[in-house]
Every structure is written in structure tokens, then in C-alpha cells.
């Protein structure tokens, strides 16, 4: 697995090539300091994930995210950050980062990696804990024309809302063998591998 590193604290940016680099399975291809190199590196190297911190000066790592996917619309962009504000949260979201970590979680990182690399979105446990307070402040999101039926966007919704399969069960006078069945078919009409992705596609989803 290729990867760039992108952070504005050169100190940092060593520190997590060292660690990284002390994984077989990752190469550090490049790192830089600033958005703008992050977005001139992307092109040259064409890495596997760009692991990008978000508060920079200049061009952020939003900004230089957005502007790498617009050319790039398969690239894997993690984000690695100290912060864990919401705004940032739903941007990352919305510009269709495949996660957001904390930096304190180091230990974290190499394993986001390959999730990521294997196709999942990885979100800090820090980070899935907010979710359901994103969908109280947003609009109802609109599941029509996704072959979702109404029992399936019951499910979906309490999904996001954080509720685990015994309370989804409870709270919609189900077995929780039935909400478990509900579940698998559900994550394969969306083409999604787990719970977190699920809530993460509904958070995204256009408000009806």
C-alpha cells in the first residue's frame, strides 16, 4: 500500500512516517507540509490513501480534498486531525473522505489504513458517537428510488440513530433474528460492509 502524509507540524509528519513505516504492508511514498503540496503530490505520486491533517494554513485539508477528488474521484482520503468539531465532521463527510481520525488514537492509524484500502470507511469511535447528533440537526434524508422498502428505512434510520439490533428489535416489535436478516439485505442493496458505513450513507443522503 502507497501512501502520502500530509501535515502541517513537520514534527508530526515525521513521527507518523516512522510509525507507518515500521508496517510491511505500508509505504510512505511522500509527505509534505501544506495543502497545495498535497494536492501537487497526489498527481505526481498517485498514491493508494492520502492521510491528510485538516487544520493547515493556506489551502486546508478540506479544501485540498475537495479539490483532489474533483480530478480524482476515486481517491482514498483519510483524515487525520486533533479536532473533532462537527463542522469538520459533516465537510468531511459531505466531500466523501473514507475517514476521520484522531490523532491521539496513533495506535489507530495503520489499521484505518487497510480498512480503507479494503474498501471500508473508517470513522474513530469519537467520530460515530456524533452521528446521531448530526441527524437531529439535518433534514430527514430521502431513501426513494434506492429500493429501500418502509420497514428497511425503519431500520436504517434507528441504524444511524445508534441503536443496536436489541433495541432496534424492541422498538419495532421485531426479533432481533429479523432486524439481523433486515440488516444483511440491506447493506447489500447499498453495496455497504457494515453499520458505521450504513449510518455514514445516510448521513449523506439528500434531504427529501
Sequence with gaps: MKIIIIDDDSFICASLKTILQADPGIEVAASGTSG???IALYDSVRPDILLMDIQMGGVSGLEAGERILQKHPDAKILLLTTFSDSEYIIKALRMGAKGYLIKENAEAIAPALKAVMSGQSVFGSEIVAKLPGFLDSHRKPDLSGR????????????VAKGLNNKEIADALFLSEGTVRNYLSIILEKLDLRDRTQLAVYYLNLPAS
Excluded at 147 to 158: K, Q
Design 36 to 38: 497545495e503540496e498535497a
Design 147 to 158: 429500493s429501500i422498502g418502509g420497514r428497511e428505512t425503519d431500520i436504517i434510520e434507528l
